[in-house]
């Protein structure tokens, strides 16, 4: 525990985890993940083995660093969100969580030796107020080449960086690089008649970090464009967020749903909604181009 978790327990309630900001509540978690994830059984299974096997490690070696791969609505927001509302008491507006957006934070190119210094100084910021920080890059593909170099050092098994100890730390990185890589092999399981749901990490991981590994060095733009990340192995997992198929949809109808109190939903809504959705491939037409994302606005217009 640093200087600052000590004081704050001094000043206000201490617990387990020695600073009240934060909770770990991995059981939480693991039911969010059931309950409401869903078409993801490769982004629940390896998110909550790596952030549960990472809490209950007392000394790490180095921070955790996942790498969120998919079409967007697919759930890597999504997950995201859930991790912090349940390993943090106030969620998004904790101290403990810094939350960057590329073309909102970072949207000039030329300004990248000022992102530098002040992403340092941020990192830096909440890794001293919180023993346990966590940091979300969205959108990681759209930030100015060369800037992610930056948190390299804070995710390498350094002891300190600067005197600061960066290695119970938890970034995530959201993207949608791979994502068609990620469609093409589900939809090859798809036509050779296998369920989904038998697609494993050693089926896709390869396949996502042979491509981020050529974004990295070639590409012409994108947030992991000169930087060594993935080169120097200091991303611990690549995560594959799978194409969602019409059932899916339907799934995420009735969550919106129910978050807005309808009580009585019917088949034939969740159907009328899932079908205003676009499907790829042309041919298939098996996987929802927005994912789930547009679900919750869809549903204003078929209610009444």
Request: glycine share 6%.
């Amino acid at each position: 525990m640093n200087m600052f978790s000590i004081w704050y327990c001094l000043v206000f309630e201490c617990c387990s985890t020695g600073d009240c900001r934060i909770t770990n509540n991995l059981t939480g978690l693991g039911e969010d993940f059931h309950r409401k994830l869903h078409g993801q059984h490769l982004a629940q299974t390896v998110v909550l083995k790596a952030i549960r096997g990472f809490l209950k490690n007392p000394t790490p070696e180095k921070a955790l660093a996942l790498s969120f791969h998919g079409w967007s609505g697919t759930g890597k927001n999504f997950v995201a969100r859930m991790i912090l509302e349940n390993l943090y008491r106030d969620g998004m507006k904790s101290e403990c969580v810094k939350i960057f957006i590329s073309v909102f934070h970072f949207p000039h190119a030329k300004l990248l030796e000022a992102y530098k210094v002040k992403l340092k100084e941020d990192i830096r910021d909440v890794v001293l107020s919180c023993h346990q920080s966590l940091f979300i890059f969205d959108e990681a593909e759209k930030l100015p080449p060369g800037l992610l170099e930056i948190v390299k050092p804070y995710l390498n098994h350094y002891e300190n960086v600067d005197g600061v100890d960066y290695r119970r730390s938890i970034f995530l990185f959201l993207s949608n690089l791979a994502g068609s890589t990620i469609m093409e092999l589900t939809l090859q399981f798809w036509r050779a008649g296998k369920s989904r749901e038998e697609i494993t990490m050693e089926d896709i991981e390869p396949q996502i970090r042979e491509e981020m590994l050529i974004a990295e060095g070639t590409a012409p733009n994108g947030g992991f464009v000169g930087s060594s990340l993935l080169s120097d192995n200091l991303i611990d997992f690549f995560v594959p967020f799978l194409p969602l198929e019409y059932r899916h949809v339907k799934l995420c109808t009735q969550d919106a749903l129910q978050l807005r109190g309808v009580t009585d939903i019917t088949d034939a809504v969740l159907d009328e909604v899932a079908q205003g959705m676009v499907y790829l491939p042309k041919e298939e037409r098996l996987f929802s181009a927005q994912g789930c994302k547009t679900v919750s606005q869809r549903l204003s217009y078929f209610l009444p």
